[in-house]
């Protein structure tokens, strides 16, 4: 028992004494570091975490960040290629690649958003400058195929225009263009992003003034649709209604028609049968329904009817 | 009490031996003991329900241990990091809440910096959203990355800005609030994959999507047009509605009436020509008579209603021989 608690009680005190004189360092899964010795770094970036070991007192253990970081710029005011003025808001994302080469060029973090700031902003207002306001705000087409796909009644003639670049795009050049100074710090750029991106104050209150002019127009328009459509419909009921009406007359037409015809042959056929007695009979019919007591009836002596009556009268007379 | 006694170290410690049953025996075993518990409060740790353990030996990541009490090595040698793996998270943008309940109270504060953004079709909408997520690698988030909330910020005010920038300002406001949320968390998880900050994006919703305060009445006005368009063709179909049946009915009467005239008018000729041809079929029989007969009754029945009846001879030219029946009222007799 005696021996084994002397080791430890040894290499208690060995360790401690070897942490208090600097002599081991420990490097988190998120740091990378640098020793230097009187300030000239000595050897590789350490770049895995755990225990390491450095001569004390004369070498000291530089960290850096190994994780993923941040940089975001101040909004920028940045005129398009069509001359709008619009604010725009980048953040990208950067990592300290190579320890040594930061440490010797930025030397902190501080001074690499520095650098950063210089890279992007200038890489930002090349790509915006080159370009027109809607490559900036739209990514893709998709508006104008919806916008001809649907019947859109409030659109902006500007808006309308077809792109070739847009956001995303026009992010990736700004990329492409930072990402190439960047290892000269150590630093590898691995995203630029357009965060935010509006017009500054004062197109903003035209804009807005436009926005009314375009509702109003899209709300006459709706009132006129709603008068058309309602003429359109006043229209059609008329037009229905005459249709219904003169359908109706010409099959009452027909059928009455049909039947005169049918009751002609019904007359002729019976009628033919003795023409002359027919109109005989259709006379004396005659004569019932036209005399009335406003009648005055002047018979000639030579008519059937008084010839009856003269040879009553001479009859007595002879 | 003994107090009074205590003169020197020495007599403390005697004093202290007395109190342990005055053995000296025992005193280093009480040492090691109190260290050993100093040692054990080093190194027992727990993890909570919702949580994960990441556990680091001089920085370096060994293992990851679930929920319940655990052991590690103390003096700073092991570290651990509880991870809440199983919670959700929430981000609001444009909107603060300031107590959530039953009645969540949402701060007053605009964030126009965060809410204002432009459509496809260059308007500026006020949109505000909340993003959900959890963490889905515990590892990457607490090594990959240094800020993973700043992350989710950031990316999702660029992913949300890049979709409205596609849409146009009146589908953004309606139609296609849904497509923006699912597309707005697929861009914005393939994104924080990229960066490795070990987030699942849960859901991205659009919360309140306004026009700006400036151009609102303006916006209304628009509403307000639409529905008195359809009030409009509403009312117009009414009064087709009013018109069309009734102008069926009344078709349907014209149509029957002249059905009704056919039935009838065939019906008379039918009887009349049966009528005639009956008279004829008895009157050819004896016409001579017949045909006196049917004569006679007719004079017999015309001739008493006439006002006024003249018999004229044709071979005087006078009016003198004018037999004036009427006058006496002959047919009365």
Do not use: C
Not at chain 1, 219 to 244: D, N
Not at chain 2, 59 to 73: A, D, S
Not at chain 2, 214 to 223: H, I, L, Q, S, T
Not at chain 2, 240 to 265: F, H, M, S, T, W
């Amino acid at each position: 028992m005696k021996p084994f608690l002397k080791i430890i009680g040894i290499l208690a005190v060995l360790a401690v004494i070897m942490a208090m004189s600097g002599a081991v360092y420990v490097v988190n899964e998120t740091k990378q570091v640098v020793i230097t010795q009187f300030g000239k770094p000595v050897g590789e970036p350490v770049v895995t975490a755990g225990l390491h070991f450095k001569m004390p007192f004369i070498q000291r253990a530089q960290y850096f960040e190994k994780r993923l970081l941040e940089w975001d710029g101040n909004p920028n005011q940045i005129p398009t290629k069509d001359k709008r003025y619009i604010w725009l808001d980048t953040t990208a994302r950067w990592k300290i690649t190579d320890a040594l080469k930061f440490l010797q060029s930025v030397g902190t973090e501080r001074g690499a958003l520095g650098r950063l700031d210089d890279i992007i902003n200038s890489a930002t207002r090349d790509a915006i400058t080159s370009h027109l306001l809607v490559e900036t705000i739209r990514n893709t087409n998709r508006i104008l195929d919806s916008t001809e796909k649907e019947k859109v009644v409030v659109f902006t003639e500007e808006a309308l225009e077809k792109i070739d670049v847009g956001r995303e795009v026009l992010a990736g050049m700004i990329l492409a263009k930072a990402k190439v100074i960047a290892p000269q710090y150590g630093i590898e750029l691995i995203d630029v992003r357009i965060k935010r991106l509006n017009y500054v104050e004062a197109v903003r209150k035209k804009v807005y003034e436009r926005m009314i002019a375009e509702r109003k127009r899209a709300a006459e328009q709706y009132r006129s649709e709603g008068q058309g459509k309602q003429a359109e419909i006043e229209g059609q009921t008329g037009k229905e209604l005459k249709q219904i009406t003169s359908e109706a007359y010409r099959k009452s037409q027909g059928i009455r028609g049909k039947a005169d015809a049918e009751t002609t042959r019904i007359y002729a056929e019976a009628y033919n049968k003795d023409p002359v007695f027919y109109s005989f009979l259709k006379t004396l019919e005659t004569y019932k329904s036209t005399i009335d007591e406003k009648s005055t009836i002047i018979l000639t002596t030579d008519s059937d009817y008084y010839r009856y009556l003269k040879s009553i009268k001479s009859v007595p007379g002879d | 009490m003994e107090w009074k006694d205590v003169r020197g170290p020495d007599d403390i410690i005697n004093v202290g031996r007395e109190k342990f049953g005055g053995s000296g025996k025992f005193f280093p075993l009480v040492i090691a003991a109190v260290a050993l518990l100093i040692m054990m409060g080093g190194s027992i740790y727990s993890i909570g329900p919702d949580e994960a353990g990441i556990v680091q030996r001089f920085g370096r990541y060994i293992y990851t241990t679930p929920p319940g009490l655990h052991l590690k090595l103390p003096f700073g040698i092991d570290g651990v990091t509880p991870i809440k793996v199983k919670r959700v998270f929430k981000e609001e943008f444009g909107v603060r809440t300031l107590r959530a309940g039953v009645k969540t109270q949402y701060s007053k504060k605009q964030y126009h910096d965060e809410s204002l953004m432009l459509t496809g079709d260059l308007n500026i909408l006020d949109v505000r959203w909340i993003v959900q997520f959890k963490v889905k690698d515990a590892i990457k988030l607490l090594f990959k990355t240094r800020d993973p909330v700043d992350n989710v910020r950031d990316i999702s005010e660029v992913v949300m800005r890049q979709l409205v920038g596609d849409y146009r300002v009146d589908e953004v406001l309606t139609t296609k609030r849904e497509e923006i949320n699912d597309l707005a968390q697929i861009k914005m998880q393939e994104i924080l994959d990229y960066y490795e900050t070990g987030i699942q994006v849960v859901t991205v919703k659009l919360q309140d999507v306004n026009p700006p305060d400036e151009v609102k009445p303006a916006f209304n006005e628009v509403n307000e047009a639409k529905q008195e368009k359809e009030r409009m063709i509403n009312q117009a179909w009414e009064a087709y509605n009013k018109a069309i049946p009734r102008a069926r009915g009344e078709a349907e009467k014209v149509i029957r009436e002249a059905e009704g005239y056919q039935l009838d008018k065939i019906n008379r000729a039918r009887g009349e020509a049966e009528r005639f041809l009956d008279t004829w079929a008895e009157y050819k029989k004896v016409p001579e008579i017949t045909q006196k007969r049917l004569y006679l009754e007719t004079m017999m029945d015309v001739l008493p209603r006439a006002k006024e009846k003249y018999i004229i001879d044709p071979k005087q030219s006078s009016i003198l021989p004018l037999l004036n029946i009427g006058q006496k009222g002959g047919s009365q007799q």
